[in-house]
């Protein structure tokens, strides 16, 4: 059996990642002697990415006061946790708009459409 030197780490860490990569490792270990062989490339990584698509919502209305009232499942997040949802809605003029930054708590928005 062999041994490791106690100032070599047998641990890394690769953070600097680019999202939706995926990443290929081997390893291979060297004494007076030189250079072992890498081992079999099998520790293979995909990196995280975007979160995927947020199903569709369900919306209901609030018989007190008229609100409607949006909710979604938490999509995927593929490998990093979701940390904030944006909320748009189309406008009159078919334009998006983006209303709400969904983060820590419910959001309640009051409507500025006079139409009704």
Known sequence: MGGTAPY??????????KPDQVLHYRIRAKNRWGW???????????????????????TT???????????????DDNGSGITDYNLEIKAADATWHSTADCRDKPTIMQSTDTSR
């Not at 018989?63 to 999509?75: H, R």
Request: charged letters at 25%; zero cysteines; proline letters at 10%.
């Open 8 to 17: 070599l780490q047998t641990t890394y860490t690769h953070a600097d990642r």
């Open 36 to 58: 072992g062989q890498f081992s079999t490339p099998n520790l293979v990584m995909e990196t995280a990415k975007a979160p995927e698509r947020v199903a569709v919502p369900e």
């Open 61 to 75: 209305i609030e018989p007190q006061t008229g609100a409607v009232k949006i909710e979604w499942e938490v999509p």
